[in-house]
């Protein structure tokens, strides 16, 4: 079914506003909500209802909603597109190796080696086949991290397809919250949790950030994965340090080379401590302890 964005934009204290208020007002409705900093130079935000179907149905309770307020701001729309519109096709694309763990297409499943874990990704409309080096430099972490320290509970924050939930639900049998800003893709990150028979243990939802209840019911984390960009993770500090149980392990990526001092520094200031960093095609993969 095609969806539609509902936005509206402004300084950062009106939509702070308006977003808690669409929060409580279209809980019912089931509605997901995202809001996030457009320019930061120009204080605008952004907050964004997305509506399957009924678009008009949607706009008329936000605008219910929104009357309390006095002025309502513009509200304008975007159609999403039913198909694979951050598409990276995996036809032809090879499977890939990071530590042990084997993400593959149904094409090549078979050419998994003894000892590997495979993760079964077919690309289509979120990111994370394992091919970017973001991600492989991940899942490398996340095996060397997972291995030493047996975290009891994982978060992955931005999770994409679900590459990463996956595979630390797979490593080890713990329980995995696996979230996204984006609606799209926590459907397919569902999807994939299913096709990989992890559905019992990782858990998707639809959250921009930590704006969500979820996170302190299932937290504190003893490991956090979050491959965002570098500005967002900045942001993020002082709830990664507030969601992350003392002495667990914040595996962040996203960041440019050049970014890397600024993202340590960011999460040092909030208590962290640095342990390693791993290159990767001009890309960076953090790992810190708090
Ligand atoms: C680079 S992809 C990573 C996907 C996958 N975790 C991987 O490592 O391949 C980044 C994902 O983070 C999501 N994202 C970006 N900003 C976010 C935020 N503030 N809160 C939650 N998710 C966010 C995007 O929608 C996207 O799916």
Redesign the pocket.
Known sequence: MPQTRLHLRGPKQDLEQIYALLDQGLEEEGLPLAI?EISEDEDIWEVSVYADGDADGAEGKMRALLHSLGEIPAISREELPDIDWVSHSLEGLHAVRAGRFFVHGAHDRDEKRPGEIGVHIEAGQ???TGH?G??SG?LETIEQVMRRENPRNAL??????A??AIAMAKLSHIPVLA????PI?TRVAAENVRLNQVAGRVETVT???FHHRIFSQRGPFDLIVA??LAR?LMGLAPQMARHLASGGSAIL??ILDRQRNNVVAAYVNQGFRHVSTIHREGWVTIHLKR
């Open positions: 996030m979120a990111f994370g970017h973001t991600t991940c992955d924050l931005g999770t994409g397809s590459v990463l979230t996204d800003i984006d893709a959250a921009p950030g491959n965002i967002p990526s996203g």
